[in-house]
């Protein structure tokens, strides 16, 4: 019973901290955007980009230059968050429905703990998954439990690469997101 209680209080404080990633990613996006929009309005108050052979740098504008870049990287980190999310809410998806058929139509249970390889090339699987549909397996598929059992360990590892970057990205975002503010704030001071 107490496994149970655990595994009951695992599940819930879990679904938490997704519920709240979610919201966090989304909220540090529509503020970076909103920040964004805010920037490019005040464009027209620097003075134009000249590049000649005088070593002078307005510093000014490089600071507001700098701010642009940055906000627009966080919500690029916040993008790449929210969909290395959402293939990895898919995939689950998929490998709940991959454990369940295995069990009806193999009678054998799928390994319940992810692989151990280590160094995977997250970024080539999020790009192909970007880019190409996501097949998983089919109902055709479920013959040979070693090749099933291959598939699903597969997708397992990815799920679990997806989540490392779904975090590392989300990291980035609002340390970048603070940074771009607290520069941005400097502007503010030095050049009134």
Known sequence: EKIKEY????????????????????????????????????????SDLLINSKPYINFEFAFYLLCVIAIFSSIIYGGIA????????RITSHIMKVRKKTFKKLGKKLPEKFPLVQNTKIASKFIKLLFKKFNG??????????????????????????????????KRQVIIFFTTILVFGIKLIIWK
């Open 7 to 46: 595994n009951d209080r695992h599940h819930y404080w879990r679904d938490k901290v997704f519920s709240q990633l979610g919201f966090s990613i989304n909220f540090f996006i529509t503020f970076g955007i909103a920040f964004l929009i805010y920037l490019l309005d005040k464009r027209n108050d620097y």
């Open 82 to 89: 929210i969909l290395s999310r959402l293939f990895d809410l």
């Open 137 to 170: 397996l089919n109902d055709n598929s479920f013959e040979n439990y070693e090749e099933i059992k291959k598939e699903f360990l597969d997708m397992r590892l990815t799920t679990r690469e997806l989540g490392k970057l779904t975090w590392k990205s989300h």
